[in-house]
Structures are given as structure tokens and as C-alpha cells.
């Protein structure tokens, strides 16, 4: 299977470098951004990505390419990421791997956005398949090198050490995208995890109460799980207040608001820290609210112990201490509401928020 996959890369005539060898050849740009690219491939916000491969996720931009190799730029052979993930790593291999990544396109696409935006239809009969992908991704990730956000703690850079993640899955994944099994023994863990928390999520002790107009949704559940589970079903919302048992509570802004959405307007992000002293004014307990910053890839709203990690704040919330509030749950929710719709009073959604936008409207 591998030597089949270099024989197709061989075909396209691309090849994977990283990221510090940019400007040493034209070269295709993936889910990141840097001067000299031939083209750039990103969701991210302000990317140069041409109009007309805009997607929501960067993966979804490089399999648009597959369908318009005459757009400029993409005559380029060599193509880079400055870090690695699930997205952007699906976005470098389809660029190397075009003809089984048209192929599995619908699939490939449903892997780049649980693995970014942590959404998944589990209605779609390619659900599972997906969620196999991203879990053996993450566990051979895990396995082999360092966790993402991981490598400054190794005094390491990300974009030079995640070259070597490239180098490792690249002739890899194509044997796992075709028959899953193959995987199962690195899968099936997180897989099994997340099914369950699946099953507790669709269950009658968990409660959701959706607020469309300032893309709300309140999940009631009682406890914490794999994110893929707690954001699966919440596509089209952008903030998730997550009410646990015993009063823990957590509110995060998702990756959809820090990226440009291609599908659907948003609202911007709004700062947190005026919530966080409008709670910490209500909060009888040892603990006091506290909020990440507005350019966080997904900022959180939580009562603060020790301070979180950028590894552990992007991993599942079940791996983070969440702290028991002296605040019921409906007053928190009702807080969060009334400073949201304060916020959004005179804020219409719109696609291609600049960051000085967000924080002129915040």
C-alpha cells in the first residue's frame, strides 16, 4: 500500500518539506500562513487562500484545489505546514495523494472538521469511520511523538518538530483511510471512549437548550467527556457552556470563531473577562472565575485552580481538574445568556471577521 501511495505522489510530482525550507522552492502553503508561499491553503483568518477554494477547514481548501489544478500557484511541487494536526495533515496528504483523496473526499472532510471543530453528524454513515481516522491519528500521534501544543514543553519548535510527524504518517495513512481494521489496535481505545460518552450524551440524564441568535448551546450533562463527544452535535453553534453535575462549569468559545468560516456567517467573539467579574461577584467558593484571551484558538470560562497548560486546555475537559462552584447551574446559564445577548445587541453575523473587527465589536 505505501509503495502504491509514493507511485501517486510520485505521479502529482509533490512532495512534503518542512516548514524553514519555504522559500528555497515554490511551494503550496497548508493550514498556516508565511511570506513567499506560491499559494496559500488556510482557514485561518485573513489567509491569502483564493476566493473560490474558501472552505471551512483547510483540508476542505487543498480538496477544492483537487478540482482546479489550473488556479495559479498550484503548479508548485512542494508543500508545508508549520505545525501538524489533523486538518492540516489531511490537507498536505490529499495535495500528495490527490487521486484516492478525490476518491475519499466525503470522508476526508468529515476527518479534517471532527478534527478541528470537534463536530460530527452521527447520523452521517460515515461517522464512525471518521471518528476511527481521528482516533488513530491522535493514538499513533500520542504513541510516537509528542501531544499537539506539546512540543514547546519539549523546548522544542512546532514547526520544525512537526516535520517529523509528516515524515511518519504521510506513507502511512492511506492503508488505514482504506481499511480501517488495520488500525484498530491504536483506534479502538478512544474510539470505545467516545462512543460511550456518545451514548451518556444522547441519554435522558443529559438536557440541551440551544440560543440560535447568539449561537449558544447549553449542554446539562454528568460529567465531563472526550470533546468529540460533548461537540459532535453542535454544529452551527460557536459558544458551549458545559453544565456538570456536583456544580462544575465550563464555557468555551469554539475553533469556529478564530478561523474565516466559509459555510455560514458567525458573530465575533466576545472578551470574557467582564463575565468572569460579573461571576466573581456572585461566587461565594475559594475559587474565582477566570477566562482565557480573545485570540485564543478556544478560550475558556472557568473557575480557576492552578493554571492550565495550552495542551491541557486543548485536550478532553475529563483530563482537566473542573472546580465545584457555589453558584447553581441555572444561574450561571442565565449570566451567560444575559451577557452574550448584552454583547450581541447590536452586532450583526458576517463572514470574514478581522481580528480588529472582533475587538472592536467586543
Known amino acids: 500500500m505505501e509503495s502504491k501511495q509514493l507511485l501517486i505522489a510520485s505521479e502529482q510530482g509533490r512532495y512534503f518539506v518542512p516548514f524553514g525550507q519555504l522559500r528555497r522552492q515554490p511551494t503550496i502553503v497548508v493550514d498556516s500562513t508565511g511570506l513567499g508561499a506560491a499559494i496559500t491553503l488556510a482557514h485561518w483568518r485573513g489567509a491569502a487562500t483564493p476566493t473560490a477554494l474558501r472552505d471551512d477547514t483547510s483540508a476542505g481548501s487543498c480538496l477544492r484545489a483537487l478540482h482546479a489544478p489550473a488556479t495559479p500557484g498550484l503548479a508548485a511541487r512542494a508543500v508545508t505546514a508549520n505545525h501538524f494536526d489533523i486538518d492540516g495533515f489531511i490537507g498536505v496528504w490529499a495535495l500528495l495523494n490527490p487521486t484516492l483523496a478525490v476518491a475519499h473526499e466525503p470522508l476526508l472532510r468529515l476527518v479534517a472538521t471532527l478534527g478541528d471543530f470537534r463536530e460530527l453528524d452521527w447520523a452521517n454513515p460515515l461517522a464512525d469511520y471518521a471518528l476511527q481516522l481521528v482516533c488513530w491519528l491522535n493514538a499513533e500521534e500520542k504513541a510516537h511523538f509528542y501531544e499537539p501544543f506539546g512540543a514547546p514543553a519539549r523546548r522544542r519548535r512546532e514547526d520544525e518538530a512537526s516535520a517529523e ?32 460518552a456518545v451514548a451518556t450524551l444522547q441519554g435522558p440524564l443529559t438536557q440541551r437548550s440551544e440560543y440560535p441568535e447568539i449561537g449558544l448551546v447549553v449542554i446539562r450533562t454528568p460529567e465531563p467527556g472526550p470533546y468529540y463527544a460533548l461537540f459532535g452535535p453542535t454544529a452551527g453553534f460557536d459558544w458551549v457552556l458545559s453544565l456538570y453535575d456536583g456544580q462544575r462549569y465550563e464555557l468555551e468559545a469554539k475553533y469556529t470563531t478564530w478561523i474565516d468560516l466559509e459555510s455560514r456567517p458567525t ?35 472557568r473557575l480557576a485552580g492552578r493554571r492550565l497548560t495550552k495542551a491541557e486546555r ?34 450583526a453575523p458576517k463572514r470574514y471577521w478581522t481580528w480588529a473587527e472582533v475587538r472592536n465589536a467586543g
Open 314 to 347: 486543548y485536550a478532553d475537559p475529563e483530563g482537566r481538574p473542573i472546580y465545584v462552584s457555589s453558584l447553581a447551574a441555572g444561574t450561571v446559564e442565565a449570566e451567560v445568556v444575559a451577557f452574550l445577548t448584552r454583547g450581541y445587541a447590536d452586532v
Open 165 to 196: 510527524k509528516f515524515a511518519w504518517f504521510l506513507p502511512r495513512f492511506a492503508e488505514v483511510l482504506l481499511t480501517a481494521e488495520v488500525g484498530r489496535a491504536a483506534w479502538e481505545p478512544e474510539y470505545a471512549r467516545v462512543k460511550q
Open 267 to 301: 458573530l465575533p467573539r466576545l472578551p470574557l473577562p467582564a463575565l468572569a467579574a460579573r461571576l466573581n461577584e456572585l461566587e461565594t467558593s475559594s475559587y474565582r472565575w477566570a477566562a482565557d484571551g480573545l485570540t485564543d484558538t478556544g478560550p475558556l470560562l
